[in-house]
Structures are given as C-alpha cells and as structure tokens.
C-alpha cells in the first residue's frame, strides 16, 4: 500500500537532488498550491459557484505533506489553501468574507481536516521510509548470510581436504617406516663386514645408501610429527627443563649421524631453565641442523648459540654456505607452510623439516625466523618463553 507512495517520493527527491532542502520545500510548497488555484479557477469557470476547489487543495496539501519534510509545510500550506479558497472561489469572489453563515465554520473545518490529513501523510511516509530501510537491511542480512555460509562451506571443504592429506601421510609413512629402518640397517651390517670393507667403492656406496636411508627416515619421522601436531593428535606435555640440556642432547645425535661434521656451541652466560616438551625441542634443534649439514654447502662453519633474549630463551643456527632464497625467508615470515615452496634435490625435504620447526614452536607460544647473514650464509633462530609452568 505505501509502494507508490515510496517511489514518488524517491523519484521527486531524485529529481530535485540538486536543490538544498529548504528551497526545495518552499518550492514544491508554491508549486502545488499554483496548480490547485489553476485548476479550481478552471472548475469555476465551467461549473460556477459548486467548484469542490477545497478537494482540488485538499489533494495539493496531502502532495505537499507527502513529499515535503516535517509537518510544518503541510500545515502552513492548509492555512494558505484555506486563504486563497475564500479570496478567489467563494462568493463574493476576490474578497475576504467570513460574515456570510457557514463561512467560518466551513473554513476551520478544512483547515482541520487539512492539518489531519497533512499528520497521516506524514505518518505513512515515515512508515514507508522505515519499511524501504527494514527491507535494504533484510537484503544485506541475506546477502551477508549467504556469504558467510559460503566462506563456512569453503573453510570446512578445507579441513576436510587436510584431513584426508594427514590420513594420507600418516599411512603413507607409517608404510614407510619399516623397510627404510631395516635399510639403514642392513647397510650398517655391510659397512661393519670385511668385504664390504676392504672395497672403498663398496664401502662408498653403502654408506650413501645408509646416509640417504636416514635422511628419508628422518623425513618420514617429520611428517608424522607435522601431520600429528596439526591435527592435535600430540599434546604438549611441557617440563621444567634446561635448553641446555636439551641442544647438547640434540648435538649428540647430530654427531653420531654426522660423525665428519664439526659443530660449533655456544651456550648463554644465563641458565635457560623453561617449560617445554624436551623432545619436540630437539627434534626442532636437530632438524635446523641437519639442515644446515645437508643444504647449505659448508659443512665446515655450523654453529649453534643459546641466549636470552628479554623474556625468551633463543635458539640459533648459523652456518656459512649459500643462504636461502627470499621465497623462503618470507614465507617463514608470514608463517606459511614450506613444503611447496621449495624445490630441487638441492632442498629435498628442507622445507618439510622447516614446516615441523614452525608448528613446534607455534605451539609452544615461541616466535620463529629465518634470514641471511650479511657476512654470508642463513641464520635461523627460534624463540621460546621464559615463564613458569603455574601449580595445578
């Protein structure tokens, strides 16, 4: 029912868009008064004396009231309207006269009706207006409904693909586990046999094999802990424990798989005793190494160094060969995964090794970096907090 009052209104304010308010008020105001003096001077020139020109006003001032705002021109125009009926179309026609009997009377009571007219217009604007906006915020609730259960089906079809990716690896490795063990082990067997021994081209060659065969196994350990941390299948268990303690564990097991690779160790002024899952926290030490042993090309200049640093325990690795590429130092930035961001048998398993890194240390509330030395060569660093674990 308001429809059309709605889009004459709309349509007049598009029309008149470029006026200022209160001139386009007065003006609309004269505008349709002029037009119903025009057309009741053409009612009483055909019909005389019974010219209804008080409906023709009535109509102007309802229009008045409908597309000016407030009340106050609807009002002023039913005065004016009344005005101009008993001047121009009431006997004795061009002439005030409020003594003839019903004059008065007939006068207030168009005023009245004009003024009660000019409150319902008014109201039924306002009605419609508020009936425009409800409608303009029920589209944009649906809009934003529809969208929202477009991002929840987008986010959910995400999970799901990452769930089927982590079963993937995990029986995939799993799969993997067994035969690469008894290959490292196997090759050992022959590199401690005497004809193998006396062969350097044999012994070479196994030793390759038993040095690729470790390198996969500990691939294959990475992504089970990768895949197991990111669906939150491994709880933190964090302990009381000096990093210390842990790093020199970790250099340990560094050297009995790189028994030629000299390591370098320099340890904090400050004992570093923190909360932490102690195994997660070597596997992150001993993977930056091997890192650093496999992909760097300078076997000769690895370092490890603890420090503190304000409120977090620091862990770097530094090394001495080509560095890495921006792709990766920015994607260690942005905390983005790096198993697709890197590529070749020169970075084989590098950026799995780094994505274990980053959700380790994620989950141990710790920072993590990676860039390039000036002097040449990457650096690596991660960051734990120095907190106490609270009484339960």
């Known amino acids: 029912m308001t429809g059309p009052f709605i889009k004459l209104y709309h349509g007049y304010l598009y029309i008149t868009r470029g006026l200022p308010r209160t001139p386009r008020n007065l003006l609309t105001t004269v505008l349709f008064l002029c037009a119903a003096c025009v057309i009741s001077g053409e009612l009483l020139r055909h019909t005389g004396g019974e010219n209804n020109s008080d409906l023709v006003f009535i109509l102007a001032i309802m229009c008045i009231s409908l597309l000016t ?36 009377v007939t006068m207030l009571s168009m005023v009245a009706i004009s003024a009660v007219i000019c409150a319902l217009t008014g109201r039924i ?26 991002e929840k089906a987008a986010i959910q079809l995400q999970a799901d693909r990452e769930t089927i990716r982590g079963n993937i690896l995990r029986a995939v490795s799993h799969d993997l586990r067994t035969p690469l063990t008894a290959i490292s082990g196997a090759a050992s067997v022959l590199l401690s046999s005497e004809e193998i021994a006396s062969s350097e081209r044999s012994a070479s060659l196994v030793r390759d094999i038993k040095s690729d065969a470790d390198a996969l196994s500990a691939m294959v350990e990475n992504l089970l802990s990768i895949t197991k941390i990111r669906d939150g299948v491994m709880p933190l268990n964090k302990q009381e424990e000096m990093l210390e303690e842990v790093a020199g564990d970790a250099l340990l097991t560094m050297r009995r798989r790189f028994p030629d690779c000299p390591i370098a160790l320099e340890l904090s002024d400050d004992i570093l005793y923190l909360p932490m ?27 490890l160094r603890l420090f503190r640093q304000e409120d977090w325990a620091v862990v770097e690795v530094r090394d001495r060969g080509r560095g890495i590429s921006p792709e990766v130092s920015q994607a260690v930035q942005l905390g983005r995964p790096l198993e697709d961001n890197l590529s070749g048998d020169s970075s084989r398993g590098m950026g799995i090794g780094l994505s274990v890194c980053q959700s380790i240390i994620k989950a141990h509330d710790g920072f993590f970096a990676a860039g390039n030395d000036p002097e040449g060569g990457a650096v690596f660093r991660f960051g734990l907090p120095m907190e106490e674990i609270k009484d339960e």
């Open 125 to 150: 604007k306002a009605q419609a207006i508020e009936a425009t906006r409800r409608e303009q915020d029920t589209k944009a609730l649906y809009e934003l409904n529809a969208k929202l259960n477009a």
């Open 277 to 303: 899952e102690p195994m997660l926290i070597k596997q992150v030490i001993v993977n930056l190494l091997e890192n650093a042993i496999r992909h760097s090309g300078d076997r000769e200049h690895i370092r």
């Open 69 to 104: 705002d407030g009340y106050v021109y609807g009002i002023a125009a039913s005065v004016v309207g009344a005005l101009c009926i008993n001047y121009f179309f009431m006997f004795p026609f061009r002439a005030f006269s409020l003594s003839i009997s019903g004059y008065p």
